[in-house]
């Protein structure tokens, strides 16, 4: 299976590689461990600093009890929250963008980028910026960014944002598509979910039963759907839908739905849904720990590949390739977006910020695993009959990271997923398995994704253009660009490669913002200027590289990609200038902090 059709992902990343030897140290089981234990121990001693010096909770009344409306602003119990935040921020990103590191550069410099960067970049990131959104009434980060830096600012990146929410629409609908049309047994339990996470919401918000009481009745009907499923796959051809419409149907389906979900009260669907697929992204991922447990296979992709400059430069390349696994700027638009909008009390911001960001890291390194250890990494290692992970990136069908990831999780859990589908007469249930777990992350960004780009084309538009004030209006200008996108396989698949960069740039922006707020209420902001310039200057490096490699060195230029990565470095480029003075205070301490006058 291509991601999302056209060329293959392993065509931008893979080119000319060399394969390296597994050193003897590259036990799967040592390395997760040392993983999940730098992760407790980060959010213990670093989070709670964060949360202690930077941005300490009241116990004033959060946007989602002040401005309630009962659509956007709604209180939500915690552990609901963190799972629409979590299910929400996770996507695919996590999944893809570390087996694509994986495959180009090794698992060292992988698993290393992973781990610092979300602990000291990425989720900082998150939970400073859900904080500073609570604290401003639920606005976004752009609205802040007018506040802290000034006009001009704020219409960058609204820009900018709304450019790389249409690309997430587009690129996570199109992998929904695709997994539809590869595993049609997920079709019945995906939109069945639907009509659960409903009921869960009028059982938990409107009968007041113990989220406990409602999650377990919930459950329930969720594996009786999921295997419902097995025995009815949803096939459109037998439907009677053309061949070659079923991608597009599915497509218009999947938009219609981000529509409805946009704008119909969280509570109803947006809460309830996203806290439910988090059970599946959970359950996922401690059958996939187990997996590792009880097999522990060894690494067998190289440490570090003998191609770690070429044919793309490890920096900046592995940074932006690996994206939401360490740091994504997509997060502070679901932080800033959705989830301020519904966070109880303050003292909750950790461990849904800060907490959930470092659960997408343990994802990363899970997914790393699968994919390093679970499958064989060349052909040539590979005995006959299994998969290798450089063979199933290039396949044209039936291929890519999602599939790479599937098989993986397929051998990490056989040991009991395998014996149990056997026992059941289902082959490969753990592919299955993982492949839902991916569908489950993807759909839910999907639907937040929409209701994120209505919140930005209210703001982009709705005062010059009064109609997009309207709801519905507003979710479907954005929805009508990410279908004609993604009906385009050929041209968006240019677009996916830049959209690695797009999104971590995203990051910086919003780290300067961060930084900017944090000096004009008078404190330091080292801990954010220097992650704000790290990012900066590694996603225009790689949008220079890119569009010097797709417009130069091409021997067919790929217009579309380069003028892309033009484009995006202009609107970098502007809101650096704009934000110049904010990384100077924040590098440089007290004496450029007073330069800058405090927030009213």
Known sequence: MSLIGGQSPVDAYLGG?????????????????VAFVWLLLAYRWYGRWLERKVIAPSEAKTPAEAQYDGVDYCPARPVVLFGHHFASIAGAGPIIGPIMAVAAFGWTPTVLWVLLGVVLIGAVHDYLTLMISVRNGGNSLPDVARSVIGGPARALFLVFVW????????????????????????????????????????????????????????????????????????????????????????????LAYGVIASVVPVWVLLQPRDYLSTWILVGGMLAGFVGIVWVHPTLKAPAVTPSLWSPQPVWPMMFITVACGA??????????????????????????????????????????VAVAAGIYFTRDQAPGGTYALLDILG???????????????????????????????????????????????VLTTLDTTVRLARFITHELGGQVVPALRNRWLASLAPVALALVLATQKSAFASMWKVFGSANQLIAALALIVITGYLLRKGKRAFYTALPALFMLVTTMAALVWQAYQYLVRAEQPDYALGITALVLLALAGGMAIQGRQVLLGGLLGPRRQQELAPLP
């Open 17 to 33: 590689l060399v394969v390296g030897q597994a050193p003897w140290y590259s036990n799967s089981l040592l390395l997760v461990a």
């Open 163 to 254: 450019i790389g929410l249409v690309l997430v629409i587009t690129s996570f609908c199109a992998v929904t598509t695709d997994t539809f049309i590869e595993a049609p047994g997920i079709v019945l339990p995906t939109f069945a979910l639907m009509l659960i996470a409903i009921l869960f919401g009028v059982m938990t918000y409107r009968l007041n039963m113990p989220t406990w009481q409602s999650t377990a009745i919930a459950l329930v009907l969720m594996a009786g759907v999921v295997a419902l499923g097995f025995m009815l796959p949803i096939r459109l051809e037998d439907l009677g839908v053309p061949t070659g419409q079923v991608r597009t149907v599915w497509l218009i389906v999947l």
């Open 327 to 368: 740091v994504s700027g997509f997060h502070c638009l679901v932080a800033g977006g959705t989830t301020s909008k519904q966070l109880a009390r303050e003292r909750h911001g950790l461990a849904v910020g800060y907490g959930a960001m470092l659960t997408e890291g343990a994802l990363a390194v899970i997914a790393l």
């Open 395 to 441: 396949q044209k069908a039936g291929g890519g990271p999602i599939a790479a990831f599937g098989r993986g999780f397929d051998a990490l859990t056989d040991p009991f997923l395998g014996r149990l589908g056997r026992a059941c007469g289902v082959q490969n249930l753990g592919m299955i398995a993982g492949i839902l777990m991916v569908n489950a992350f």
